[in-house]
Every structure is written in structure tokens, then in C-alpha cells.
């Protein structure tokens, strides 16, 4: 692992795979169980879910509410009110349990603070992560967060790697991104002007790998646990 040689002011972090553990598994399981209730065979519900992508994490579409209702009426389905109302807190659980910082991340920031850093943090979410946010543990532990489906950008869009540098008053060129390559999140990164490092880690389903191709192929810094993170910068 190679030191930099650079006046960092700042280190941002992807949320999911990064700060905390990768939700996949936990959010099948929840719509799996969601399809259920709905009465609506797993695959289609799984198709309507990835085809909403942009939807889920852009927050176009304002609550849970609002795209379970939305989802039902384009696939021709009618449910009473309160299987909606069981979906949505479902997902606001899922959301509970997954918003779990890990050890590391938590040990990681605390000596970066020491060391004069700021952080930030930048994830593509839905808007059950957003509504959950506040609740965690994750507020007093980064100085700026940006949530895909709060600021309405999606990574590896320009502009939300711009709203956390305007949010803790740096250049690019002043900051460390550390993720685990989903969502070609290290290219945006590093285009944007930031130097990006790669957080190497196992893949828990086979589904992941399909928005972590950047991770099979990464060319850049490299680091296999969040503790190397200080070593990068000293």
C-alpha cells in the first residue's frame, strides 16, 4: 500500500459496503416478504424494483408511501391501504438495522478527527434511508452527509461529489474518497478531481456484482480494511 504525498483536508466515504455492511441480503429478505403480502410473484416484484432504480435513489418519487402506490398501480395490482402501510415499515426497518455503523469505520473516523480531518460521506440510498438517518449513529460521526435520494444526484453524477466539497468548504484536489466500487463510484470520484481509494472487499452475494464491476477492475489506491485509511495520510 502506497502513502500519499498530498495536503488532504478531508476524507469522504461511501456508506454501504464502506461505513457499514453491504444491505443486500436484509433487503431481499425484506421484499421477499413484501412481495408476499402484496400477493405478487418475487421476480416480477424484484424486475418492478431494479427497473425503479433512478426512482428509489433520485427520492423523485416523494415517500415509501408514494412508490409502493405507484408500483402496485403500474403493475395492476390493488391492496388495502394497510398492506401499503406494511411495506413502507418494513423497509423503515430494514433501514433501522441496516444504518449500523461497523467497528472499524467508527474506530477509522474517530482517529481521522484526531488527526484534523474532516469527513464526509456521499451514498446512493432510497428514501428509507433518509427518513432513518437522523435516528443512527451515523450524525455524529461524519461532519457532512449526502444522500442520493435526499439531494436528488446520483453517484458517479459531477454534482454530488461538488455538494459535499461545497459542504465542508475544500477542493477536490483537498480530499481522500474511500469506497467499495459500487456504482462506478471511484471513476466519478477521481474525475470530479478527488484521489480515490479502493476498499477491497468479499462480495456477500452474487447480485453485487453487477454495480461493483469497477471493483474487478480498479487500477487505483487500494486499501483492505478502513484502520489503513490514516496509514494512506501520514
Not at 418494513?90 to 444504518?99: I, N, W
Request: net charge negative; with cysteine.
Amino acid at each position: 500500500m502506497s502513502k500519499i504525498n498530498s495536503s488532504f483536508k478531508a476524507v469522504v466515504f461511501d456508506l454501504f459496503g464502506t461505513l457499514a455492511d453491504e444491505p443486500t441480503s436484509k433487503s431481499i429478505i425484506t421484499n421477499q416478504i413484501i412481495s408476499a403480502k402484496f400477493n405478487i410473484p418475487y421476480g416480477e416484484f424484484e424486475k418492478y424494483w431494479q427497473d425503479s432504480v433512478i426512482d428509489r435513489l433520485s427520492g423523485s418519487l416523494e415517500s415509501a408511501h408514494t412508490y409502493f402506490s405507484v408500483m402496485l398501480s403500474e403493475l395492476g395490482i390493488t391492496v388495502d391501504s394497510s398492506l401499503i402501510d406494511f411495506a413502507v415499515n418494513a423497509r423503515r426497518l430494514f433501514a433501522t438495522e441496516v444504518l449500523q455503523p461497523r467497528e472499524s469505520a467508527i474506530h477509522s473516523i474517530s482517529e481521522l478527527k484526531r488527526l484534523g480531518f474532516q469527513i464526509g460521506m456521499v451514498s446512493n440510498c432510497g428514501i428509507e434511508i433518509v427518513e432513518a438517518w437522523q435516528n443512527s449513529k451515523f450524525p455524529s460521526l461524519i461532519d457532512h452527509s449526502i444522500l442520493s435520494a435526499k439531494v436528488g444526484l446520483i453517484k458517479p453524477d459531477p454534482q454530488i461529489y461538488s455538494l459535499v466539497c461545497e459542504c465542508l468548504k475544500i477542493n477536490a484536489n483537498e480530499c481522500l474518497y474511500i469506497g467499495d466500487g459500487g456504482d462506478w463510484e471511484l471513476t466519478g470520484a477521481e474525475s470530479f478531481g478527488m484521489t480515490a481509494a479502493l476498499l477491497q472487499t468479499a462480495y456477500e452475494l452474487p447480485e453485487e456484482v453487477s454495480y461493483k464491476l469497477e471493483a474487478l477492475n480498479w487500477q487505483g489506491l487500494k486499501i483492505e480494511n478502513l484502520g489503513q485509511v490514516t496509514e494512506l495520510l501520514q
